[in-house]
Nanobody, 115 residues
Framework: QVQLVESGGGLVQPGGSLRLSCAAS????????IRWFRQAPGKQRELIAA???????NYVDSVKGRFTVSRDNAKNTVYLQMNSLKPEDTAVYYC?????????WGQGTQVTVSS
């Protein structure tokens, strides 16, 4: 059974950093793309970053240059390093993958950027 578990969220001041983790079980993160989404209160869930099986990364413009996706195959975990955080980054962050046309989601982790 495929499971994704996010961790690493919390409260941080503007300009601060957090690193989110997405630990996978039931499949290898190196075999398919892992995507990071976020959902702010009252807004739709949005795709913000992804890492492909080949290790290529993509970012939405609003996080480009501040967020970095990486992968540790030995730990079967994908990370989202978030720097220079802004209040508008406040959201619940989710990791996601698609296997055999089925989407898997983690439970999400809350990130709050506030002074």
């Amino acid at each position: 059974q495929v499971q994704l578990v996010e961790s690493g969220g919390g409260l941080v001041q503007p300009g601060g950093s957090l690193r989110l983790s997405c630990a996978a079980s039931g499949h290898r993160v190196s075999t398919n793309a892992i995507r990071w989404f976020r959902q702010a209160p009252g807004k739709q869930r949005e795709l913000i970053a992804a890492i492909t099986s080949g290790g290529s990364t993509n970012y939405v413009d609003s996080v480009k240059g501040r967020f970095t996706v990486s992968r540790d195959n030995a730990k079967n975990t994908v990370y989202l390093q978030m720097n220079s955080l802004k209040p508008e980054d406040t959201a619940v962050y989710y990791c996601n993958t698609v296997l055999f046309s089925f989407e898997y989601w983690g439970q999400g982790t809350q990130v709050t950027v506030s002074s």
